[in-house]
């Protein structure tokens, strides 16, 4: 990835609320599995999965439409 898709990703993520943030913290920063985290916020690990993939899936779209309004600001100053 990109320095620029990584500054994106880190803003994304930095405004996440602080319960979603510290899910995809645990995971992605700090290297716990799903149960591991689900035990670290006293929660049912399938509830954790389930958060988490969210949180994917919405960070996924929030990069997608980011790097998409970036190409049509190009496409415009290109024509």
């Given at each position: 990835m990109s320095a620029l898709g990584l500054s994106t990703l880190?803003?994304?993520?930095?405004?996440?609320?602080?319960?979603?943030?510290?899910?995809?913290?645990?995971?992605?920063?700090?290297?716990f599995n799903d149960a591991e985290i689900a035990?670290?916020?006293?929660?049912?690990?399938?509830?954790?999965?389930?958060?988490?993939?969210?949180?994917e899936g919405l960070l996924f779209e929030q990069m997608?439409?980011?790097?998409?309004a970036e190409l049509s600001g190009e496409r415009a100053l290109a024509a």
């Open positions: 880190r803003n994304l993520i930095s405004a996440l609320p602080t319960g979603e943030r510290r899910l995809v913290l645990l995971k992605y920063a700090e290297g035990q670290i916020l006293g929660m049912e690990p399938s509830q954790a999965s389930a958060r988490i993939e969210a949180l997608q439409a980011s790097f998409e």
